[in-house]
């Protein structure tokens, strides 16, 4: 069974910084796409970014340019980086991984979630 292990959340400030871990149980190299999400409070969780096997990276607008999804693949981890950080951007992020086998069926795996909180 894959586990994810997000870690790094916390409160920071406008303009601030934090970068977020995402730990797995499996070899990183067994997961086709890995992403990060979030949720804020009210809302509907929505993606932010993902990175594929191949190292293809896609962001949603408001995150371009500040935020950086990476892999680790010696440590089985991912990592976002996330600058310039803003009041909206609070949210709980949650790390999320797919797998397709050989015969294309899918797999997908969350995170517990770790809270992010921008504020003065």
């Known amino acids: 069974q894959v586990q994810l292990v997000e870690s790094g959340g916390g409160l920071v400030q406008p303009g601030g910084s934090l970068r977020l871990s995402c730990a797995t149980s499996g070899s990183i190299f067994s997961f086709n796409t890995m992403a990060w999400y979030r949720q804020a409070p009210g809302k509907e969780r929505e993606f932010v970014t993902r990175?594929?096997?191949?190292?293809?990276?896609n962001y949603v607008d408001s995150v371009k340019g500040r935020f950086t999804i990476s892999r680790d693949n010696a440590k089985n981890t991912m990592y976002l980086q996330m600058n310039s950080l803003k009041p909206e951007d609070t949210a709980v992020y949650y790390c999320y991984a797919l797998i397709v086998n050989s015969i294309g069926i899918k797999y997908t795996y969350w995170g517990q979630g770790t809270q992010v909180t921008v504020s003065s």
């Open positions: 990175v594929t096997a191949g190292g293809n990276t």
